[in-house]
Nanobody, 119 residues
Framework: QVQLVESGGGLVQPGGSLRLSCATS????????LNWVRQPPGKGLEWVSA????????YYSDSVKGRFTISRDYAKNTLVLQMDSLKPEDTALYYC????????????WGQGTQVTVSS
């Protein structure tokens, strides 16, 4: 079955960096569209970034554009989110989300990894 397992979250000071990974299995990695979606404490879900099946097209929300970089490693079947210049408002539970239907389709979810930005 489809499995998405996030890792790499933690506590970081404002201005710092974190690298989130999402290990995938149970499907053909190169055919899936992948997203990062986050949920800040006490708030709803917020789409963060997306990458198409070929990896040639990437998309970012205005709140993270220029600070976050999404990429995918086809050899390791892994999705990565490099987060730089982190702000307290980036504090959230980050989910890896996949679909073979297209971008911004949220069919399969990981369990999430917590990112906390605080001094």
């Amino acid at each position: 079955q489809v499995q998405l397992v996030e890792s790499g979250g933690g506590l970081v000071q404002p201005g710092g960096s974190l690298r989130l990974s999402c290990a995938t299995s149970g499907f053909t990695f190169s055919t899936y569209y992948l997203n990062w979606v986050r949920q800040p404490p006490g708030k709803g879900l917020e789409w963060v970034s997306a990458i198409n099946d070929s990896g040639r097209s990437t998309y970012y929300s205005d709140s993270v554009k220029g600070r976050f970089t999404i990429s995918r490693d086809y050899a390791k079947n892994t999705l990565v989110l490099q987060m730089d210049s982190l702000k307290p408002e980036d504090t959230a539970l980050y989910y890896c989300v996949g679909s073979d239907s297209g971008l911004w389709q949220y069919d399969y979810w990981g369990q999430g990894t917590q990112v906390t930005v605080s001094s």
